[in-house]
């Protein structure tokens, strides 16, 4: 069990409901996807090995690393942090640090991975609050969205922040020329909203960032698909995240009660069957699966707790692509450009630019 | 044209993008549900007049209060004070202050109508700021959420009065006995989201309101219909509304473009047609149209500006449900136990049950 390939990824073994079962399997579809990858796997080994075992070509390129302790799904993050040096999480990550590993995947708690990912990798020069990012499936094209849960609140830097990593994930990973950027807010008004929301507004108007800034957008814009990255702070986007998960298994839910209501339906669902497969198949959560931190220097991707081995690869082939496109250099490289416009736009003309927007709405 | 009816409510004939036909079409529709309601038309007389006669059971049980200006929809709430005297907007509320009618309905303007009513009306002793709720259809029980816009920071004290203004709509105005209430976080546990949320949780689980407290709940617990009512602030709850109305179209979409795919498929989709209609019926937003602003002392509410005839009806059902039940008057009751409780509950007595719950999950 070595790796000759050139990219090589940490995989937190004991993370998330089906670990580490999901996160073996996970690596023998991702690797089945992109043969160039291989795989250190941190975790009990007595439990990784018979797994392993049984997928021969992904054993040709993984190698595990015995752990003693795990990071549990309830535990604080400041608990957490005290088993960074013996834990699967924390050594999974310090792999990345050591350069022994381009990036990590882990399923498991996302307080403590992101407060261990701070901790060990640090952020990247110039941002405050990383944050963690997903894709949305919309009706017009992916939106990704950020933060979705790293920051309850956020001032007007860090959601000009998020608004650079945002685009440039967009840009080097999903492949988007020039990203439309929106901020979330309840209006599409300049005067709508939260005053950090229209000073970071103000801000993106008159800086040269990475994408293309297109104003506030709304709650609806997301399924919509009106942008290519819609920036918000954790709480919303956390909220926003869990709803439209919600929504959709809402919507399967009451299709398949309607479906199921008579003779005449069962019949109709069974000759449409092909298209509500392929439908189901579009939509599949799994595929949207891996929520990248962006904003740290290594690249980290949470997966979610409950996936399975399909869930997981899609996990792992996010963070391949952000190692292979270099996403953090480009973000790095990105952030001096605007710390220079920044710089150039003086606090005081964003004041007068918020003044000329008035106050909110409401008293 | 005069009323001998004992439930007459004022009507902005001029508010919404269907008016005055939408609201016209809406009060008949209404009427023939609840063959009790009487209306005042506020609005250009001379467009209203033709409409109203074509509808004479209406007619009979109606009149109109010709005015001369309107709200615009894109109209600030402080320039939209200034017609409180003269636009139909203004005048159908100050109706309800001068009890010539029980209650108001308006597809106008969100912010000028909160403004208008705020300021004709006042707001119920005890309450700081009102709210905006609205019901969403779920997988379980209907849920009413709050605020969906009005107020787009909220304290603690605000989440903990929308909770009981919550509770009480639930209670009598949707027929639930003991409604369950929850607060809209990031997690469930009790350290996490907000400081503000923690310290209306710590509030809420010590003081006897018209309600069960249910603790924090996460967004998929809307769609799930896990509680009777979700308490959040009105930036978050505008997000969430929007959302879930596009995540609503979203799944209409790319279901109809699934059947629509293959032959098969839309064969299919005729045997399943009457399912699906129903299916259809069930969700149709129009049912679910009427956003009332609680915490105002008389009763007001909200239709969607883009609403219909069908629409306008279901929020004219609202109103007069509300009034009927003797909304206000039961809230104000409520609001006096929860102050009583209140002082009894020390300010210091909140400081140490949040203490007790730990600092945020992240650095």
Redesign the interface.
């Known amino acids: 069990m070595s790796s000759s390939s050139s990219l090589t990824l940490a995989l937190d073994a004991m993370g998330g409901d089906n670990a580490p079962r999901a996160v073996v399997e996970g690596a023998a579809l991702a690797l089945s996807r992109e043969p160039g990858l291989s795989f250190i796997f941190f975790g009990d080994s007595a439990q990784i090995e018979p797994i392993l075992s049984a997928h021969p070509a992904l054993a040709r390129v993984s190698r595990i690393e015995n752990t003693e302790t795990q990071v549990e799904s309830?535990e604080?993050?400041s608990a957490a942090l005290r088993k960074k040096e013996t834990s699967s999480m924390g050594r999974a990550i310090a792999a990345v640090r050591d350069g022994v590993a381009s990036g990590v995947v882990s399923g498991g708690n996302t307080?403590a991975l992101?407060?261990m990912a701070?901790f060990i990798l640090r952020r990247l020069p110039g941002i405050d609050r990383p944050a963690i990012a997903s894709v949305f499936p919309?009706?017009g094209r992916d939106t990704v969205v950020l933060d979705l849960?790293?920051?309850?609140?956020c001032d007007a830097e860090n959601l000009v922040q998020f608004a650079v990593l945002g685009a440039v994930f967009s840009k080097i990973v999903r492949g988007v020329d020039t990203p439309d950027v929106g901020l979330?807010n309840?209006g599409t008004?300049d005067?709508k909203?939260?005053e950090e929301i229209r000073a970071a507004a103000a801000i993106l108007k008159n800086v040269p960032f990475p994408g293309r800034f297109s104003g506030h957008v709304?709650?609806?814009?997301?399924?919509?698909g009106s942008v290519d990255v819609v920036v918000?702070d954790?709480?919303?986007g956390?909220?926003?995240?869990?709803?439209?998960?919600?929504?959709?298994?809402?919507?399967s839910?009451?299709?398949r009660?309607?479906?199921g209501?008579?003779w005449?339906?069962k019949?109709?669902?069974?000759?449409?069957?092909?298209?509500?497969r392929?439908?189901k198949v579009?939509?599949d959560p799994r595929l949207y699966n891996g929520g990248p931190f962006l904003g740290v220097d290594g690249v980290c991707v949470k997966s979610h707790g409950g996936s399975d081995a399909l869930g997981f690869s899609c996990a792992i082939l996010v963070a391949a692509h952000m190692v292979e496109n270099g996403f953090n250099a480009r973000v790095a490289e990105e952030i001096r450009n605007l710390s220079e416009s920044e710089s150039a736009l003086k606090s005081r003309d964003v004041q007068s630019l918020l003044s000329s927007s008035?106050t909110?709405?409401?008293?």
């Open positions: 309830c604080k993050p307080g992101m407060a701070m919309t009706m849960g790293a920051n309850t609140a979330l309840v008004e005067m909203g939260r709304e709650g609806n814009d997301i399924p919509k918000t954790g709480f919303t956390n909220v926003a995240l869990k709803l439209a998960e919600g929504m959709g298994r809402f919507s839910h009451v299709l009660e309607a479906l209501s008579s005449l339906a019949a109709g669902a069974l000759l449409a069957w092909p298209a509500l392929a439908l579009r939509l008035q909110r709405p409401l008293p």
